[in-house]
């Protein structure tokens, strides 16, 4: 699986972003998949996690009630629609898929570990 994360940006506080990670090939509904940030200086932290079948998510504590995770598994494509954005946000974002094929689909992973690919990032500067 090959993936491309696009959307970053530059904005204002308060301001909203939508982040999109377009997956390559046909095993793009077979993965759960993630998105995780680096600040600079900073480890690669955990942002939020979605199921395979898109039945499940979960967030970091720093990031609920703004941010949105979601996929469209025909369009080969996850989005993280990013509300009420902080100067604290401001990070380069990277899309993680793990190749999951349990039965109900319903797993997420929170650990970067777990994930075997990995896109590109996209930067996301919010300005105080």
């Known amino acids: 699986v090959q993936l491309q994360a696009s959307g970053g940006g530059l904005v204002q506080a308060g301001e909203s972003l939508r982040l999109s990670c377009a997956g390559s090939g046909s095993s793009f509904s077979n993965t759960a998949m993630g998105w995780f940030r680096q600040a600079p200086g900073k480890e690669r932290e955990f942002v939020t996690a979605?199921?395979?079948?898109?039945?499940?998510?979960y967030y970091a504590d720093s990031v609920k009630g703004r941010f949105t995770i979601s996929r469209d598994n025909a369009k080969n494509t996850m989005y993280l629609q990013m509300n009420s954005l902080k100067p604290e946000d401001t990070a380069i974002y990277y899309c993680?898929?793990?190749?999951?094929?349990?039965?109900?689909?319903?797993?997420?992973?929170?650990?970067?570990?777990?994930?075997?690919?990995w896109g590109r990032g996209t930067q996301v500067t919010v300005s105080s």
């Open positions: 979605i199921s395979r079948s898109g039945g499940s998510t």
């Open positions: 993680a898929a793990h190749r999951e094929l349990s039965l109900t689909g319903s797993y997420y992973y929170t650990d970067r570990n777990e994930y075997e690919y």
